[in-house]
Every structure is written in C-alpha cells, then in structure tokens.
C-alpha cells in the first residue's frame, strides 16, 4: 500500500529544511523531508568556518549553527523527515498528477510514497578528477575539496601534509586556511581562469592571510606519483585556457584538491522528466519555482549554484510557500502557463549566464519577484538594464560583478506589465567599456 | 600622505575600500557601501581581528570531533596559539551547540565554544 504526503522534500539540508517548514507554516501539515545522511542539515555540518547568515539572521554564524536554527524550527514544528533514507526513483503517475517516490532505507527497505508535490533540494556535487581529464598516474592523495573538508571537520583526520589546490572555488579557499591551521603546507592555489571563482573575503581570510599564493591562469596539466601522489605539473594557460609550452614547473606534494565547480545533483530530476537548463544543470522553473512539471518545485544548489546559504534559504522559503499554494489552489496546471495564459520569457545576454526564474507568468506573480543571476566574466563599472520587449524598465550601475558572486535583483510586478503582459523580459550588461 | 587598499570582509559584499591616510594620521575611506566598512577598514590597519574556528576532540561521542569557535573576533597574531590550545584538549559527550569548551583561550579573555551538538554513545 502506497503512502500518500502533500508535499514531499528531497534533500533535508539547508533548501530543503527551509522549504519543509515553509510549507508547515503555510498551513500544509503533510510535509516530510527525505533525507540520506543520518542527520539534517547536510553540508552545512562540514562548513565549521563562519560567515554565514548575516543576510538571514543578522549576525555571523558557522555552518552547523545555521543549519541548527533550521533543523529546531523544523522539530519545534514537528515537521515530519526520514534520516538515512534514500529516494531511488521518481517518477509520474499515468494521470500526470500524481509523483510516485521510491525511498529506500536500511530499516523499512523499500517505500513508494504518493506525492501530490514534490520540492527538488538535493542540492550539488564537485567536479572530480574524471570530469577534469587531469592526465598522469592515478595515486592516492587526490581529493574534492569537500571529500578532504568532511575527513578533517567530520572525523578529524588529515588528508596529507604537503598540499596543492587546484581551482579558486570557496570550498578550495577555505579548505586552504583549514588545513594550514591543522599543521599541512599548503603550497599554492591554481586557478585555470585569469579570475578567482570564490568570495573575494574568503582570498583575504584564507589566503592573504596564511600567504598562499594564488596563481590565477595556471592549471595542473600532470599527476605524478605511482601508488600515492609524489607531485604535480603546473603550466601556465593562455587567453584560450591552453597550457603554454615551456610553462610547466613541478611542484612536489603528496594531496592534491581539488576545487573546480560545483553540478547541481539532478539524475532524479531527469528521471521525472523536468527540464533542465543547459547552463545551470539545474530545472528550468517559473517565477513561483515551479518546473515543467507541474506541481514539482526545486530550489538551493539543485536549482543552481548559490555562493550564500542565506539566499538558498530564501529561495526554499518562497518554493515551500509556492508548493502550499499548489496544494491549496486545488488546480492542476501546467508550470509552462495554461493555453490562454501569457507567459513572458526572461532572455539574458550581453554577459549575463542564466536568470532564475526564466519564466513568468504574470497572473501569478507577487508584487515583487526576486530574480537572481550570474555574470560568465569580470566586470567592471557597469549598467546591468532590464528590458520588457525593447522598453527599459531599470537601469542599475554595478561597480563590480564576478561569475563568482551571485547577483539579483527585484522585479515588480505593476512595472512589467505597466503596457501589458510582455512575451519578453531581458536583463543585459551595458556601458562595458570600450562601449 | 598614504594610501592602502584593501577588501571589506564584513560581508558577502566584497567591497574594495580606499584608504588615505594624511600626515597626522587621520584616515578617509571610500568605496564602503555601508558604514561598516568604514569601520573595518580603521580596524584592520589598527587592530585587525578574526573569528577562529576550528575542532576539538571528543570521547565518547557519536563523531569524533566538535566544531568550535571564538565567541568574540580575537587578535589576528593570536590565531596560531589559540589553534594550538585547541590541538591539546579534548572533551566528553554529550556537548552542547554554545556549550564553553575552553576559557579564555591563549591569553585573549575570549572563550571558545561548540558549535554543534555531539550526542553520546
């Protein structure tokens, strides 16, 4: 026998802890949270550094602590959630309304749950050494910055003594300042691009600050070691992120982390057929989070990658509240907007990557509509404009933006459709210069 | 007259904060977006101060070590002694998220405390 749940979680971290109690407090009580770690919070509870939360709750706290403010609303709540569980398939039922969840545990075995929504937080993985094509030797002594974060946060264990990071990324940066403290050397961070892709706050606490340096337009182009790693071959790479011949320098160290981007976590997502951004990796949702799937919403890291928890917690918050929405609507529709609704598309170019949402329905949106982007290059005093088919509704100067940090900015409502529902809303780049 | 650089770790913002400093030592800062980096900035060419965190063993407990952190921003020149306290003591489950672990670490007056609960086992 099948059970039934409202709204089902995937993924019990940061978006998904959010997201549960969002829709409890919206008044959908059959709430509950899968999640595959034996505790909540997920990778919060490696991320021991501080910084997070200053947007959220005004004050700066460590990652475990973060996520302990969410994980309490949820118990003071009574949100249901299942630990140690695993959702292994997902898909529709024949009727298209329906989301038939197959969740595995060690206890129970198998359960297949009858979902009337679903929120996607299943957040991201690491780029690892197969997705980089590193060439060389395959020793030990490699890692993901988060595999080498979880051995010296989780279990107190050090991963090596003599360290190179490969890739600026904010997981790499801080894993520099934390295995410096824990007694490694941490000889040099190399960054492929001519940019570091991590907060510049975490260049100054966790580099500046322990006097690693950076080398921004390098790359590991070998692997040396037979049975552990014994060094790397580092060559320099030019405008096309080609390694220049004659470049190359050997740097011996027996760890190598690596920091290289993050993809958000969506084999489930295909499975149920949602689609998927080219950019991002992430569900192509509309402006109340909700994918091609009606009734499917996803938010946090499997959406896309945020730089802050603050704004993944933001973002859970409004796809709980929209997935209440849906369940109390009692209307099933289709997320792409029905026959006769209009449905503005969010077009992004001139250096601006992806927006979320990229879909608008204009019938179903608030007042204010929170729109996040990011930038493919560095740029520098800047006009970020936004557009309602060709009429300028906002011009924005921005003195600095970087693929690393995350923007957004807030739409309103009465200004996009002050001349009618338009079928298109572009946010572009301007006043670059030389322009 | 003299002029430093340097980038507001307030907060996520990164704003890149202009200092000139005049002859009789009275400093101007500019490209701060809040007063905060103002204040930042006079501290860090001053006083620079940092949050420490890190962990501290633990016996008995269901992982084998506790994140922890200075409950106030201490010196910048005193994060190695105080990692190096941390490095020498260990603690009994269960512990507490805020529970003091340590007093007065290495000489600041700042105590060090948890930052997650470690149930026992």
Not at chain 1, 254 to 262: A, F, V, W
Not at chain 1, 375 to 400: I, M
């Amino acid at each position: 026998m099948n059970k039934h749940v409202s709204i089902l979680v995937i993924g019990g971290g940061p978006a998904g802890l959010a997201a549960g109690v969002s829709a409890y407090k919206a008044g959908i009580k059959d709430v509950l949270i899968i999640e595959r770690d034996v505790r909540l919070g997920g990778i919060l509870n490696q991320c021991i550094h501080n910084g997070f939360g200053l947007h959220t709750f005004k004050e700066e706290l460590t990652g475990p602590e973060y996520a302990a403010r969410y994980i309490s609303q949820v118990e003071e709540l009574g949100v249901p959630y299942r630990l140690a569980t695993i959702v292994t398939d997902l898909q529709l039922s024949d009727d298209g309304h329906t989301k038939i969840v197959t969740t595995m545990d060690e206890q129970g075995g198998l359960t297949v749950y009858e979902a009337d929504a679903v929120i996607l937080a299943m957040g991201c993985r690491e780029r690892a050494r197969g997705a980089l094509n590193i060439p060389g030797e395959r020793p030990a002594g490699i890692y993901t910055a988060g595999t080498a974060q979880y051995f010296v946060n989780l279990e107190g264990r050090m991963p090596g003594r003599e360290v190179v990071i490969l890739g600026s990324g904010d997981i790499g940066l801080i894993m520099a300042r934390r295995m410096t403290l824990e007694g490694a050397h941490v000889k040099l961070v190399a960054e492929l691009q001519p940019y570091s892709g991590g907060l510049k706050r975490n260049i100054v606490q966790c580099l500046d600050d322990y006097g690693i340096p950076l080398m921004l337009s390098h790359t590991v182009v070998k692997i040396h070691g037979d049975k552990r790693l014994t060094g790397v071959t580092i060559a320099e790479v030019d405008d096309k992120l080609s390694p220049i011949p004659g470049s190359e320098k050997f740097y011996e160290c027996d760890t190598l982390l690596l920091s290289c981007g993050l993809l958000p976590e969506n084999e489930l997502s295909g499975q149920l057929g949602v689609n998927l951004s080219p950019v991002t990796f992430g569900a192509v949702v509309n402006e109340s989070l909700e994918t091609s799937v009606p009734g499917v919403f996803s938010c946090g890291n499997v959406l896309h990658v945020h730089d802050l928890v603050d704004y993944v917690s933001e973002e859970a918050t409004a796809a709980g509240k929209h997935a209440a929405e849906y369940i109390q609507s009692g209307i099933v529709e289709s997320a792409e907007g029905g026959s006769d609704e209009k449905v503005t598309r969010v077009i992004t170019d001139g250096g601006v990557r992806y927006s979320v949402p990229s879909l608008l329905r204009a019938d179903h949106m608030a007042d204010l509509t929170t729109i996040r982007f990011r930038v493919g290059a560095v740029y520098k005093d800047v006009d970020v404009v936004t557009y309602a088919d060709g009429r300028e509704l906002a011009r924005l100067h921005k003195r600095v933006m970087a693929p690393g940090e995350m923007e957004q900015l807030i739409l309103r409502k009465s200004d996009l459709i002050s001349e009618g529902v338009p079928s298109e809303y572009r946010i572009t780049i301007e006043n670059k210069a030389g322009q | 007259m003299e002029h430093k650089e340097l980038i507001c770790i307030n907060c996520p913002m990164g704003c890149m904060l202009s200092v000139d400093i005049d002859d009789n030592g009275e400093m101007t800062v500019t490209g701060n977006n809040c007063p905060r980096g103002d204040v930042y900035a006079r501290k860090e060419l001053t006083n620079p101060t940092r949050i420490v965190t890190s962990i501290v063993k633990v016996t008995n407990g269901e992982l084998p070590v506790v994140s922890v952190k200075t409950k106030e921003d201490i010196p910048k020149d005193k994060i190695d002694a105080i990692i190096d306290e941390l490095k020498d003591i260990s603690v009994e489950a269960p512990v507490l998220i805020g529970e003091t672990i340590l007093k007065d670490v290495a000489g600041t007056g700042v105590d060090v405390i948890a930052t997650k609960n470690i149930g026992r086992v």
